[in-house]
């Protein structure tokens, strides 16, 4: 139940149909300190977030599988409630937007386990099928620190 960030390569070496042969490479990239993560059912279960996003709610990540958000949101349920609407009514093309405007955006504070809460500014992409989705919260401090 740990995340992190890799390039996979995959390359066809010989054969035809069911006798293929394929290569792939795995690297490790590094992860970004400004951009975290976390993986979501559509009913807001945390299904697992990367190393930054537990450090910014003050967790370790294994700690977080199975919790809700809304138990990591601090002030407003409704701004969270809304978001998971919206994503739920978004299409999967709204959800693979890169495009301003067009992709599903909300601003929430969440609450750290020892210190003060942070304000993130949150990116909805989608993992999974349209029939099975599972979201990915991309989530950026307002405040201007990393991580």
Known sequence: RYVFPV???????????????????IRPQSSSLAILRVWLSPNGVILCADQQFSS????????????????????SPEALESLLERCRAASPEQL?????????????????????????????????SDAQRILVL??????????
Request: glycine share 14%.
């Open 7 to 25: 390039s996979l390569g995959v390359t066809k070496l010989s054969g035809i149909g069911a006798d293929s042969v394929f290569l792939g490479v």
């Open 56 to 75: 910014a709610v003050g967790y370790v990540e294994g700690d977080l599988v199975g919790h809700t958000l809304s138990s990591l949101v601090s002030g």
């Open 96 to 128: 693979a937007s890169q495009r301003e405007g067009e992709c599903v955006t909300a601003q929430l504070l969440l609450a750290h386990r020892f210190l003060e809460p942070v304000l993130m500014d949150i990116t909805v992409r989608m993992a999974g």
């Open 138 to 147: 991309h989530c950026r401090r307002c405040d201007g620190l990393e991580g």
